[in-house]
């Protein structure tokens, strides 16, 4: 009996005492629960912005939580290993605002002279992530240079600024007004998915933009322009969980107002349904 005994303790010793951890985890974790549990708050990934990048505004992370998501922010890399075990673990993602998209890497452009600031290793690693995670079915929602980026991902151009090259454009997208407020208004396509997502066919927006989309990737449409024709929103034409506006709606719902709520909630209803 005394030889079994240390027979025993030296496996658990060779082992380093993984038997505990694997009965532990049969016993706290059934497989069946664990999706139920999934299936009920999905991880939605959103993209770090460079200024720290690790991180992502406030008002993206509680817009994903308001439509009972659960945020999960993934640091900029251009690893592809990396992206490919954070897909594994996500279940959506939302690609966030930020800089200028560099138009001579992202669409064969030479830069004018108005073009704003570009951060390289971030279209790197946002382009990677929205062509990987497209590919694997997952929803994505680009949302102002999200938008864009998912635009040039797929093979569209951009406006590198729009007040410099679109003369007929004479409404303000750079508003200086509160983020909760909407300033110009947009048409929105009937049947699209920003529709269902809105309920209405016109809504006012903010605005904090001065490139948009020009030619849109092939595959995608146009689902919404504002009164002076710039695009406000594209969606994937084969998809119902691919889509990107120009405005910021995570500016509304993370101050309590509701109006563009049902975005984030396509968004985690289409997550429910990817695992
Ligand atoms: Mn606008």
Redesign the pocket.
Same mark, same amino acid.
């Given at each position: 009996m005394k030889k079994f005994l240390g027979f025993i303790a030296l496996v658990a010793l060779l082992t380093g005492g993984s038997w505990e951890l694997q009965a532990q985890s049969k016993k706290t974790k059934p497989a069946a629960e664990t999706v139920a549990v999934k299936q009920y708050k999905p991880i939605i990934g959103i993209s770090a912005t460079d200024s720290s990048p690790v991180s992502a505004p406030l008002t993206y992370v509680s817009a994903v939580k308001s439509a009972g998501g659960v945020p999960l922010v993934i640091p900029m890399t251009s690893d592809k290993a990396q992206i490919e075990a954070v897909l594994e673990v996500v279940d959506a993602v939302v690609m966030t605002g930020g800089e200028d998209v560099d138009p001579l890497k992202g669409y064969g452009e030479e830069p004018i002279r108005a073009l704003g600031e570009i951060v390289p290793e971030r279209d790197v690693f946002d382009i990677m992530l929205i062509k990987m995670a497209v590919e694997k079915g997952l929803p994505v929602l680009g949302i102002c240079r999200g938008e864009q980026l998912m635009n040039v991902a797929f093979g569209g151009t951009l406006y590198q600024d729009i007040p410099s090259q679109v003369p007929s454009s004479y409404?303000k997208?750079n508003q200086r007004a509160p983020r909760n407020y909407g300033t /110009?208004s +947009?048409d929105i396509t009937e049947g699209s998915l920003l529709h269902k997502q809105l309920g209405v066919t016109s809504i006012a927006?903010n @605005?904090? /933009?001065h490139q948009?989309v020009k030619d849109p990737a092939p595959g995608f449409k146009v689902t919404a322009v @504002?009164k002076d024709g +710039?695009v406000?929103a594209i969606e994937k034409a084969d998809s119902d969980r691919v889509w990107g506006v120009?405005?910021h709606p995570e500016g509304f719902v993370s101050m309590g107002d509701d109006s563009f709520l049902g975005i984030f909630k396509h968004l985690v209803e289409k997550a429910k349904e990817t695992k």
């Open positions: 409404i997208h /110009h +947009i927006v @605005s904090y /933009h948009a @504002s +710039i406000e120009q405005f």
